[in-house]
């Protein structure tokens, strides 16, 4: 089954659809996941041929509505926002997929960007740092881009606890290397995004790790609200850029100063 994850999506929609219709066989389900969209997403895909599933507000909420609705043994992930054609997304990952071993609970799709590649805020001063203090199995194992959007999962593995906001991504990462499963990465090579800012997307990042975290015994709950704090302190720094290409070596020296800052202790 091909997921495509949308939220107010209407003008980039077809390129997905056309995208996943290439890719799948005739047995494939395509369904595009509206995600509480304002503009006319769900009708443009219906007028394309193309099932919808109505899903809340939110990214997590809209896979784990996918993931409920899957019909096969691996669901693929696709963010709506294909702003041009080049390689097919789905269709590297149908391949990796089959060329994964039989246990494998997740492929991620990892990309590069063209010129001016953009600055990773959150992989780089929250993701980054607490995967390395909380779940090193986890660690450089899903790629330069490991809250990649593309990805082809287990549908078990989004589970009841799954964040319904932007901390999906993060929490399927923890999950596969937690269940003990095999992973994989493909590469789609270069891939424009379109940027959108989005002001509170480290907060539910951060907020996906330290949760399961909490619940693995891997945090003391006692302390989280220092490190709610610590996550509070990149913020402000985040928060202060807008892509602004004259501000990112400075943004970066901040950024940076900022996510080595020393962790609070994970337990008394």
Not at 156 to 168: H, K, M, Q, S, T
Request: aromatic share 6%; glycine share 8%; net charge negative.
């Amino acid at each position: 089954m091909i997921a495509i994850v949308a939220h107010n999506e209407e003008p980039y929609l077809a390129n997905a659809i056309s995208q996943a219709r290439a890719a799948a066989d005739p047995q494939t389900r395509i369904v595009v996941v509206d995600s509480a969209s304002t503009d006319g997403t769900a009708e443009r895909a219906r007028a394309l041929g193309c099932e919808v599933i109505s899903a809340p507000l939110g990214k997590g909420a809209a896979m784990a509505a996918a993931a409920r609705a899957a019909d096969a043994e691996w669901l693929c992930f696709l963010d709506a926002d294909i702003v041009e054609d080049g390689v097919n997304i789905p269709l590297t990952l149908r391949r990796a997929v089959e060329a994964a071993d039989p246990g494998t609970a997740m492929v991620v799709a990892d990309f590069d960007d063209p010129p001016p590649p953009p600055v990773l805020s959150a992989t780089i001063a929250l993701y980054g740092p607490l995967v390395r203090a909380l779940f090193p199995e986890a660690d450089g194992r899903f790629g330069g881009r490991p809250l990649s959007g593309f990805r082809a999962v287990r549908p078990e593995l989004v589970g009841d606890d799954a964040p319904r906001d932007f901390g999906i991504e993060a929490y399927l990462n923890l999950s596969a290397a937690l269940s003990g499963r095999p992973t994989a990465l493909t590469h789609i090579g270069l891939f424009r995004q379109r940027f959108r800012y989005k002001a509170d997307m480290g907060t539910e990042i951060s907020r996906a790790v330290l949760d399961l975290a909490e619940s693995r015994g891997r945090l003391d709950p006692a302390l989280r609200d220092e490190w709610d704090a610590w996550v509070a302190h990149v913020m402000k720094v985040i928060q202060g850029y807008r892509g602004d290409l004259g501000e990112r070596d400075a943004y970066l020296e901040r950024l940076h100063a900022a996510a080595d800052r020393p962790l609070p202790p994970r337990s008394r």
